[in-house]
Every structure is written in C-alpha cells, then in structure tokens.
C-alpha cells in the first residue's frame, strides 16, 4: 500500500508539472503576467504616496525595465 501510494504520488506530480509548463508557456499567461506587473506598479505607487500619473503614462513606461508596451 505504501509503495502503491508513492508511486500515484509520484506520477501526479509528473502530470502536474508538465501541465504547469505548458500554461506558462501560453501566449494568454504571458499577457496576465504583463497585465499583472503594471497593475502592482500602479499599485505602489499610490500606495507609496508619490504623485499619482496618468494611467496612460505607467503603462509605457520603462523605468523599472519590466514593463514594456
């Protein structure tokens, strides 16, 4: 019973890991990470209590080197 456990363990995780990859490699899951990074920037910075820019402005800026449009 032990053994038989590991191994469906084990084989889950295989089928989980691959499944992972392939999302991440999605062109979708590209654009949310995208979408996501300039949203946390916004985010900081009026949270931080920095003058507060124009949405358009954030969104093609590349101060930090991550976002890009």
């Known amino acids: ?3 038989r ?3 469906f363990a084990t084989m889950a995780l295989a089928l989980t890991s ?3 990859a392939g999302v ?3 062109d979708a899951y590209a654009h949310a990470a995208k ?3 300039s949203g946390v920037r916004a985010l ?3 949270a931080s209590g920095d003058t507060v820019c124009d949405p358009a402005n954030m969104l093609s800026s ?3 080197g991550t976002v890009q449009q």
């Open 24 to 26: 991440v490699y999605t």
């Open 35 to 37: 979408a996501e990074i």
């Open 5 to 7: 456990d590991a191994i």
């Open 18 to 20: 691959v499944a992972l």
């Open 62 to 64: 590349n101060e930090s």
């Open 1 to 3: 019973m032990k053994y």
């Open 44 to 46: 900081t910075l009026v």
